[in-house]
């Protein structure tokens, strides 16, 4: 019969693990907001991971992607790759600058503009006044710990990220884009914003 740490584990790997087509890439997902800007062209940065528990109950450290990002490099094939809800058939433009700050993972991306679904993409950003990133990685190191709540979770330790996502609903509401460089915007956006801000003021989140 499994161990309780071993059954603890098993539920974390069924609620976070996704396959792909050969059942062989296993894939973890956090989320973050996307920031908003009004200049520039397609620009877009937020916090990629910070070490808030996400709504499947586990945390990723600060560091834990320091490794995969030196090894990996943001060009190249084996590069860390910007996407579009973690779909690898529909990337999104260049990661400009990855690298930890005091409150996490900080992200500078150059989304495509010339790319249909991209261009798409950005305008919805940019109408909501933001978006959620989420990163997808390899799980390399990890610790089952118990909080003072005696609530038990997952933290990560290490991991081998190879792309951060740009989507809908992320699992960790801490993770967001929030600046979008793009052209000015009019007066209707303008009040769309407005009212975005204020609704995110008077409800509740939603995990």
């Known amino acids: 019969m499994a161990s309780k740490c071993e059954q603890i584990e098993a539920g974390f790997r069924n609620q976070l ?16 907001h996307v920031e908003l800007a009004q200049d520039g062209n397609g620009i877009i940065s937020g916090w990629a991971s910070t070490p808030d528990r996400d709504a499947y ?20 094939p084996k590069a860390i790759k ?28 150059q989304l495509d503009l010339d790319v249909g679904y991209v261009a798409d993409r950005y305008s919805i950003i940019r109408k909501l006044n933001g978006f959620n990133f989420s990163v997808g990685f390899m799980l390399e190191d990890y610790e089952i710990k118990t909080d003072r709540n005696k609530q038990e979770y997952l933290q990560v330790n290490r991991g081998d990220l190879f792309e951060v996502s740009a989507v809908c609903f992320p699992a960790n509401e801490e993770a967001t884009l929030d600046h979008v ?25 939603p995990l």
């Open 17 to 32: 693990v996704e396959l792909d087509a050969l059942g062989t890439q296993r894939k973890f997902t956090r989320g973050m």
């Open 181 to 205: 460089k793009g052209v000015p915007f009019d007066d209707a956006v303008s009040k769309l914003r407005a009212q975005f801000a204020e609704m995110k003021r008077t409800i509740q989140r």
């Open 57 to 76: 109950g586990h945390e990723v450290v600060n560091g834990a992607f320091a490794a995969a990002i030196t090894r990996r490099g943001l060009t190249g």
């Open 82 to 109: 910007l996407l579009l809800d973690h779909d690898w058939t529909r990337p999104a433009g260049l990661i400009t600058t990855l690298e930890y700050r005091s409150k996490g993972l900080w992200i500078e991306a």
